[in-house]
């Protein structure tokens, strides 16, 4: 009989600001450890989240705008099961239509190239499945990373 599974699931709540993606990506970083997740793919995760929650704080709650005023946080869940990690991210900000943002720019030299535009790519080439569903008052990213298979 193949070996049970379970559903293993870990939580945070932090404030949306700059100063506290470095909690965000420990709790990442260690969730994915304790999962089981290879350090390569652990990295992987981690750039993802942190791109998209430096977007949720730098976009969606942009000083100024009636979302940025506090308690402005990042909800984060990491749920894994056998064969995958799927992290979903809600926040209050601004809704975004991801089908907007325009592709990276890969090409022109990065001397010259413009700070920024590469945080949605790397969201998408570091993970294997990203979803947008837009929530009354916020926003819900899902993203899926499948686990290495076991040597």
């Keep these: 009989m ?3 599974h379970p559903e293993r699931v870990r939580t945070l709540h932090e404030e949306a600001r700059l100063e506290r993606l470095e909690p965000i990506r420990v709790f990442v970083s260690d969730s994915c450890r304790a999962f089981g997740l290879g ?3 652990t990295f992987q995760l981690v750039l993802a989240v942190d791109e998209a929650c430096t977007n949720i704080i ?6 100024g705008t009636p ?3 506090p308690p402005a946080t990042i909800g ?3 749920r894994c099961d056998a064969a995958r990690i799927v ?6 900000g601004r809704a975004f ?4 943002i325009a592709p990276a720019d890969l090409s022109s030299d990065w001397r010259t190239r413009r700070i920024g535009g590469l945080g949605w790519y790397l969201i998408n080439e570091m993970t294997d499945a990203v979803y947008y569903t837009p929530q009354p008052g916020g926003n819900r990213l899902t993203l899926v990373k499948r686990l290495e298979p076991s040597p």
């Design 76 to 78: 984060l869940e990491l």
């Design 2 to 4: 193949p070996e049970a």
């Design 67 to 69: 979302e940025a005023e």
């Design 87 to 92: 992290v979903t991210i809600t926040d209050h």
């Design 39 to 41: 350090d390569h793919s």
């Design 97 to 100: 239509d991801p089908t907007t």
């Design 58 to 63: 730098e976009h969606g709650f942009a000083p």
